[in-house]
């Protein structure tokens, strides 16, 4: 008897046993929607956290650029000094003598 009960309620029971897969399937698809929206949060986070890192970064570089430019600029500066000095070194001619005299009366060598 129970053959022929579920022979005549197969419609039904072929109709319940689609409605609780597409239930079940259901659920689980709202749960792994939640699980994905949790996990866009948290990535969402960590991507403005790397974006804030990265904009630290790039302007660490640009005051480093700055500062490695003002380096450059004043060693070749001091390099025009040097060079100057040493294009000189040789040309000192002995002082007339009035400036001779003069520079000693101001810097006497012994007290």
Same mark, same amino acid.
């Given at each position: 008897?129970?053959?022929?009960?579920?022979?005549?309620? @197969?419609?039904?029971?072929?109709? #319940?046993?689609?409605?609780? $897969?597409?239930?079940?399937?259901?659920?689980?698809?709202?749960?792994?929607?939640?699980? @994905?929206?949790? !996990? @866009? /949060?948290?990535?969402? #986070?960590?991507? +403005?956290?790397?974006? $804030? !890192?990265? !904009?630290?970064?790039?302007?660490?570089?640009?005051?480093?650029?700055? =500062?490695? +430019?003002?380096?450059?600029? !004043?060693?070749? =500066?001091? /390099?025009?000094?040097?060079?100057?000095?040493?294009?000189?070194? #040789?040309?000192?001619?002995? @002082? +007339?003598?009035?400036?001779?005299?003069?520079?000693?009366?101001?810097?006497?060598? /012994?007290?």
């Amino acid at each position: 008897m129970s053959l022929i009960w579920m022979l005549r309620n @197969l419609p039904a029971l072929a109709a #319940g046993v689609c409605l609780a $897969g597409l239930v079940l399937t259901g659920v689980r698809l709202a749960h792994e929607k939640k699980r @994905l929206i949790v !996990e @866009l /949060s948290q990535l969402q #986070g960590q991507l +403005s956290m790397a974006q $804030g !890192e990265l !904009e630290r970064a790039q302007e660490t570089a640009r005051v480093h650029r700055a =500062h490695l +430019s003002r380096a450059a600029q !004043e060693q070749r =500066h001091w /390099s025009l000094i040097i060079n100057d000095v040493q294009r000189q070194e #040789g040309q000192d001619a002995p @002082l +007339s003598p009035l400036l001779s005299f003069t520079a000693e009366r101001l810097y006497p060598t /012994s007290p």
